[in-house]
Each structure stands twice: as structure tokens, then as C-alpha cells.
């Protein structure tokens, strides 16, 4: 079967990564922060999800290279 679902599944966690890492540099330093012991949530998870984003894109692209 040709389906493979890390391809878009990758791409959907690069694209809602890069947004949730954009918005987490532009507010950088916002009261917003103050409850989560200043730590910047957003801009941390967006980096997560673009790393197991780069992930599943890299694994099926091997995938279909290997076939």
C-alpha cells in the first residue's frame, strides 16, 4: 500500500511548529510568562514540534527512497 502518514503528518507539525516558534520569539519577555515561571512555553514546544516534525518528514522520505 502506498499510503505513508508520516509525510503530512510531518508536515502539518513543521507548519504549526514554525508558527508556535515565530509567536513564541515575538512575545518574548510578556507578562503572559509570569505564571509559567517566566519560561517561554510557546517558543520551547514550537522548537519540539519542529524537530519531531523534521523527523517524520526525513523518515518517510527515506521510506519512499528505500522502495
Given amino acids: 500500500m502506498g499510503l505513508d502518514i508520516r ?3 510531518g ?3 513543521l507548519a504549526l511548529g514554525g508558527i508556535l516558534t515565530v509567536y513564541g520569539l515575538f512575545t518574548r519577555g510578556n507578562a ?3 505564571q509559567a515561571l517566566g519560561i ?3 517558543f520551547i514546544w514550537g522548537i519540539v ?3 519531531f516534525g523534521a523527523i517524520m ?3 518517510a522520505w527515506r521510506a519512499k ?3
Wanted: hydrophobic share 65%.
Fill in 7 to 9: 509525510f503530512p503528518l
Fill in 11 to 13: 508536515m502539518i507539525f
Fill in 32 to 34: 503572559m510568562y509570569a
Fill in 40 to 42: 517561554n512555553v510557546n
Fill in 49 to 51: 514540534m519542529l524537530i
Fill in 57 to 59: 518528514t526525513i523518515a
Fill in 65 to 67: 527512497r528505500l522502495k
